[in-house]
């Protein structure tokens, strides 16, 4: 309440004295929790088992570099991307029949082992994996959050589908950790949702239902979905800088738990490193410090798992890759069930039978490692910003 109060008024000194408290009584949790190395790795435990700073550090710190290289090429590029092309009135009703037909194609079963119902935020819900239910949120002046958000859900809720029947009695029934359901996610969001091929295939539906897009050229609507542009909130950030919003926090959150730093200089700490990185500086607390509810509840340890999915994510996109050459030409075509049928023999059917360390390693005969996804980012915002 405390948060929601300084957020509305702005002023980051109304927070201040509760979530003192919350890191006070998170650094004794981490210390009664144990540890080996660092407090921090007890919280992270908590969302991503066996997930340690010791690892982290290495990914993320080369991660950021990385894409702080990629994002000045981005700025120095002449290219520029018509975003004015998303603007519209799109009814509801549409908006729920593109729903449909991209959760069709990607394969979520909503009709006999799930539903689809709307809330404040999207999110995914199941009782075993025989019903799996999302829900979606819609905005009459733009189309695509729902596209995207269903496709993230559908993500999330094809995983559970296709969890092996025999995992039920052993209570292992369920995606086994944040990281590795976000992987699955953002796979379909992003990986396959934004990708070329599945935009070519989507894109005369999108005109069939919405006829503003009649006159609008592929290339352009590829782009408005690849748009990398530095900004100040997470939950709006693009494909290419999200990560960095999440290892600010992960910076932070470390050395807060370890006693380096301390709650009466985050706000500056925070405003730096939005500058150093991302080149922009909160003018106000809610647009900074205030943004996201997570320490609030006591959420310490749960952010990199935002960061964790996209990596792992594209070293399953390397694997598949290698023993389906054809991926995307298949993506285009509209074949989305090898891909589905590839997610399952190789990380959905598991559950939770292997901790997320093994079941990469299992997949992808790899240790956690961020050149995938770098990767990725440096091919795909080559080919938008063709530099
Ligand atoms: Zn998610």
């Known amino acids: 309440m405390a948060w929601e109060e300084a957020k509305s008024k702005n002023d980051f000194s109304i927070f201040m004295p509760h979530l003192e408290k919350m890191v006070d009584y998170k650094r004794k949790f981490a210390n009664f929790y144990g540890y080996e190395k660092h407090p921090y790795d ?27 290289n990629i994002l000045s090429k981005v700025r120095e590029s002449k290219v520029s991307i018509d975003e004015n092309i998303l603007e519209g009135k799109f009814s509801i009703e549409k908006q729920k029949e593109l729903e449909k037909y991209v959760l069709d194609l990607i394969g979520y079963d909503y009709k006999h082992r799930g539903r689809i119902d709307s809330s404040e935020h999207p999110f995914t819900t199941n009782f075993g994996n025989k019903d799996v239910r999302i829900t979606n949120h819609y905005h009459e002046n733009n189309f695509y959050s729902a596209m995207y958000s269903a496709i993230h859900e559908g993500g999330h809720a094809i995983y559970e589908q296709q969890i092996n029947d025999d995992l039920e009695k052993y209570g292992l029934q369920s995606g086994v950790s944040m990281g590795i359901h976000e992987s699955q996610s953002r796979f379909y969001e992003n990986i396959i949702g934004k990708s070329k091929s599945f935009l070519k295939l989507v894109y005369p539906k999108v005109q069939e239902i919405f006829e503003e897009f009649r006159s609008v050229p592929f290339k352009n609507f590829y782009k408005v979905f690849n748009i990398a542009c530095p900004s100040l909130i997470r939950t709006e950030a693009d494909e290419l800088t999200y990560s960095l919003h999440v290892i600010i926090r992960y910076e ?8 380096e730093i301390e709650v009466k200089d985050l706000k500056e700490i925070w405003n730096n490193k939005y500058e150093e990185y991302l080149g922009v500086r909160p003018q106000n607390d809610s647009e900074g410090i205030l943004q996201d509810m997570h320490w609030s509840d006591g959420g310490f340890g749960y952010f990199p798992s935002y960061a964790l999915g996209n990596i792992y994510g594209a070293q399953f996109l390397n694997s598949a890759l290698k023993d389906m050459p054809n991926l ?25 039978l292997y901790e997320p360390a093994e079941l990469l390693k299992k997949v992808t005969g790899e240790e956690l490692d961020s050149k995938y996804f770098v990767e990725y980012l440096r091919n795909k915002f080559k080919d938008v910003y063709e530099f």
Request: proline share 0%.
């Open 42 to 68: 007890a919280l992270l435990n908590e969302y991503e088992m066996g997930m340690t700073v010791e690892k982290l550090d290495k990914v993320f710190a080369s991660l950021r570099d990385e894409i702080v």
């Open 252 to 259: 932070i959150e470390k050395e807060l738990i370890k006693g």
């Open 328 to 352: 995307y030409s298949e993506i285009e075509k509209g074949n989305l069930n090898d891909i589905k049928v590839w997610l399952k023999e190789n990380i959905h059917q598991y559950g939770k």
